[in-house]
């Protein structure tokens, strides 16, 4: 009876205490617990830090992903129409890749210069991590400054490039009208038939050499004619047939005939050129707006006074793939060799 007594005594205390207990495991998964960057649902910071990467690492794939069916269009038409102009020449007629004409087009000083300024951020972003590993505030804030200040040269080097581009009219959708501005490289625009996107060029013989450089000259003639008209009208001093024999002179000796060019292979060469950079152009500024919430943060301590200095880490896997996908634009577009007649 005693042993009884006891036991009946003693489960109140048990069912308080287990009560007790459930009240503290329910508190401990819900309240705060642990280092106050610790969130609720992480057993403790190394788990959070290995998810956390995990989560951007899985975020970057997404993007390659994005980038990736660019790239796949833009490998799948430029073997297409390189092969297409490869059947078309014939009888000395030289039917030109709209990727190489394309490449001579852009400005390959800027495309170089945007280069070694993105290559220069990541260095810059880099210390700013290492920084931020090693609480150092103020070198902190400096490397994002710098690294801010780099991003918005890249978008103002390449907003210069696309103004120029205007102006040379190879802006596709808005602006396309590449006649003289091939001439004067040398190009002839070929007349497309609307059949598969192909070109012939005009006139009693159109698949020989001669034809077509002599309709070149004419264009590239009219070309220097109403460029100097735009630019001021005739040159002071000189007679109108001393100015025509000037432009025959200069295309005669500066331009030489390169061959024929597909204007609607060209047109889509733009159209993949347009879409690749502006895309990277968007991920950039969404970078800079990144870095200026960073940049508030990071003086104020946010990074260096507290062990939790990973979000500076995952912005800089961002900043580097941004970075990256630049390294693989900049030879796909800009170093696309063609062969120059001399």
Known sequence: MSNIAVRVEQAPQVLEEQHDHAHNEHAHGHGHHGPANLHHHFTDLAQQRESNALGMWVFLVTEVMTFGALFFVYTLYRHLFENQNHLLSQNGVTWLSPWGVGSHLLDNSLGFINTLVLLCSSLTVATAVFMAGIKQRKWLVGMLSLTAFLGATFLGIKSV????????????????????????????????????????????????????????????????????????????????????????????????????????????????????????????????????????????????????????????????????????LYPLLYLVTLPVRH
């Not at 581009?165 to 609307?194: C, H, M, S």
């Not at 040159?235 to 204007?263: C, L, M, T, W, Y």
């Not at 050129?273 to 919430?293: D, K, P, Q, R």
């Open 161 to 328: 490039e696309w103004y120029h581009d205007y102006q040379e009219k190879i802006v596709p959708g808005l602006n396309w009208e590449p006649r003289n501005t091939l001439a004067r490289k040398g190009f002839l625009l070929a007349t497309p038939t609307g059949v598969n996107g192909e070109g012939y060029i005009p006139g009693p013989n159109p698949t020989t050499f001669k034809n077509a450089e002599t309709q070149w000259q004419q264009v590239y003639e009219q070309a220097e004619a109403e460029e100097a008209g735009g630019a001021g009208g005739s040159e002071p001093g000189f007679s109108a047939a001393q100015q025509g024999a000037s432009a025959e002179s200069r295309g005669q000796h500066d331009v030489k005939f390169q061959g024929i060019i597909n204007g609607l292979q060209l047109q889509m060469f733009f159209v993949i050129y347009f879409c690749m950079t502006g895309l990277h152009a968007i991920h950039m500024i969404i970078g800079l707006g990144l870095i200026s919430v960073f940049l508030f943060h990071a003086r104020r301590g946010m990074f260096t006074e507290s062990p939790n200095d990973q979000p500076v880490e995952i912005f800089g896997l961002y900043w580097h793939f941004v970075d990256i996908v630049w390294v693989f």
